[in-house]
């Protein structure tokens, strides 16, 4: 299994380095999004017809998060012995009794993605695929690339609670309950978003800074996403959100007591802003507190300056934010 795994990622998905690469890109000019299944097209392909099915699929998904190389015979040969291992194959079968038909979320992108490009101009990811990594890393389970326009969802990752005769794979119990289907539509959302985000040169990022990039993402979802819960947006449960709007003030006050706003070092903060199940220097705590207090001070910056989306993902002064939002908890 491991070294069909690193096969997989060594020559099938090298694309998870994003490379430079040419190619013809769908034109923007359309809300209606399709999501091709590269994993449908490798699995279920005769080994006689893979080369042509490949090549078929590359004049439809051109970007770099994915290479393809039809006329290679080692090519060829790695994608059939991973699809013929038993456990990827049964890792297959699983993610399509629960995503065999993808028509739900083509929707719910179609409608997010009209209300993008009303508010961002430039927002015109137009190319969708999914794929099976059968390797589960919860960061990259979805990746965007502007240049292309693309976005890759390793759908198998949102299959997670259906495979409980892997143990999950070792995976701590928090990131199996996040790797759902509620979660998808945003998660893609968001991921796109994250791309578009002027940020400050990472030598000079703060604490307030990733906050703020976070409640930019989160605020996003607000305007594309009007009727999806906030705890869907954010990944909480209900019982985590009740406990960060009950204890929002006490978390801005531990941050400015412990002078974190400003800190440099990752190491200091990374509690507050990681996927974790909770937040180590609270009780009982919600994860992610950084982001959802970002979140709040995006949202009342956005009343108080009257910004334009597109204004707001420029905005590299997280500062100026905090201070025009006028946030008080």
């Not at 929002?248 to 440099?264: F, G």
């Amino acid at each position: 299994m491991k070294k069909i795994t690193n096969i997989l990622f060594c020559s099938l998905l090298s694309a998870l380095v994003l490379v430079a690469c040419g190619g013809k890109t769908r034109p923007g000019d359309s809300n209606n999004v399709e999501i091709l299944r590269y994993e449908q097209t490798l699995f279920d392909t005769p080994a006689d017809k893979l080369p042509d099915a490949l090549r078929k699929f590359q004049t439809e998904y051109s970007s770099p998060l994915l290479n393809i190389y039809p006329d290679n015979e080692q090519f060829v040969s790695q994608i059939a012995d991973f699809t013929s291992d038993a456990t990827v194959r049964d890792i297959y079968d699983i993610t399509q009794k629960r995503y065999g038909d993808l028509h739900w979320l083509e929707k719910e992108l179609s409608a997010a993605l009209k209300k993008a490009r009303s508010l961002y101009g430039e927002f015109d990811f137009d190319q969708f695929a999914t794929f099976v990594s059968a390797t589960f890393d919860y960061s990259q389970r979805i990746l965007a690339h502007p240049e292309s326009k693309s976005i890759l969802v390793s759908i198998d990752q949102y299959a997670l609670g259906s495979m409980e005769k892997y143990s999950w794979f070792g995976l701590p119990m928090y990131l199996v309950e996040l790797s759902d289907s509620a979660y998808l539509a945003s998660d893609i959302m968001a991921e796109a978003a994250r791309q578009l985000i002027a940020m400050p040169n990472e030598e000079t990022t703060t604490m307030l800074d990733l906050m703020v990039a976070e409640g930019k993402v989160l605020y996003f979802l607000d305007q594309v996403m009007p009727r999806k819960d906030d705890i869907i947006k954010i990944r909480y449960s209900q019982e985590q959100m009740d406990w960060m709007k009950k204890n929002e003030s006490n978390v801005w006050a531990y941050y400015i007591q412990n002078e974190l706003l400003y800190e440099r070092d990752f190491n200091r903060y990374h509690n507050f802003v990681d996927e974790a199940p909770k937040t180590n220097a609270f009780k009982d705590s919600a994860p992610r507190t950084a982001h959802y207090i970002g979140w709040q001070i995006v949202r009342k910056y956005m009343e108080n300056s009257k910004s334009t989306i597109e204004e707001l993902f420029n905005n590299t002064n997280s500062q100026s934010i905090l201070q025009e939002s006028k946030y008080k908890p």
